[in-house]
């Protein structure tokens, strides 16, 4: 069963490298990839600098993995970078598909329903305020099924490079056990702002169709690993009836 996974997993990837629309994609994620790193670097220096002219310091350490088991979407573009990522560390592609087996028991339904309800609020312009309040009961409700993220491997992330923006993007400043779900402490969380210039760039560079769809991070990174992206791109360019090929 798993043999028969990776020859998929393995003539997928042989299609997503041929001819022009290959050299795109590889191109298209080696600069989605150095541009995400530069706008976290600098989004983190510039959160530093203002908590450290508050005193406050950021409290996140390697090995504490509370965020791990909190729901996380990413869109496609990312998901193609994380998947480009995973095909050049063969191990960590292998610890996914079968970590992603046991993520699906639990993770999975919820998941769906998630993404399901977040494409639903964002098609039908809801204010962000009422988006939060539908969505948040749900990810409650992933939280409790206590499943961590298929990435999660000896309290390390497989992908820590290329992690999502949700990951990478929050620090504590109050103790790490406040982030416990079996606390009733608040953590006191910052959020990581991108730099207007770092985060054109990106939006630039990915086409908005790439940046739009967006579902749950394991369903993303399974569907894009066994499907190809080009399949998935294909039909949301077919169903908007725009052209078939980002940015060139
Ligand atoms: S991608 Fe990495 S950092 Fe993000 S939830 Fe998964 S294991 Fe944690």
């Avoid at 965020?67 to 050049?88: K, T």
């Avoid at 329903?113 to 964002?122: L, M, Y």
């Avoid at 086409?207 to 066994?226: A, R």
């Amino acid at each position: 069963m798993a043999k028969n996974r990776y020859r998929q997993i393995e003539q997928i990837e042989a299609k997503e490298n041929t001819g022009s629309y290959g050299a795109w994609r590889r191109g298209f994620c080696g600069q989605y990839r150095e541009l995400l790193i530069q706008s976290r670097h600098n989004s983190y220096k510039a959160l530093v600098k203002t908590l450290t002219s508050k005193g406050e310091r950021i409290t996140c350490r390697k090995g504490c993995t509370y965020c791990c088991f909190h729901y996380v979407a990413v869109p496609l573009a990312h998901g193609m970078v994380i998947v480009d990522y995973l095909h050049n560390k063969k191990e960590s592609l292998k610890q996914f598909i079968h970590n992603y087996e046991k993520w699906h028991h639990k993770g999975y339904d919820i998941s769906n329903i998630i993404d399901h309800t977040r494409i639903q609020a964002f098609s039908s312009s809801m204010p962000i305020h009422d988006i939060i309040a539908v969505t948040r009961p749900l990810s409650m409700r992933y939280l409790e099924t206590n499943i961590p993220c298929p990435f999660l491997v000896n309290n390390s992330c497989l992908i820590y490079a290329v992690r999502p923006f949700p990951c990478s993007g929050q620090y504590s400043v109050s103790p790490p056990d406040w982030c416990s779900p079996a606390t009733t402490e608040h953590a006191v969380i910052h959020q990581l702002v991108p730099d207007d210039g770092d985060l054109l760039q990106i939006l630039q560079l990915a086409d908005p169709q790439l940046m739009l769809y967006e579902v749950t991070l394991p369903i993303m990174i399974y569907k894009l690993l066994t499907e190809g992206a080009s399949s998935i791109i294909a039909s949301l360019y077919f169903e908007n009836r725009t052209n078939p090929r980002p940015n060139g």
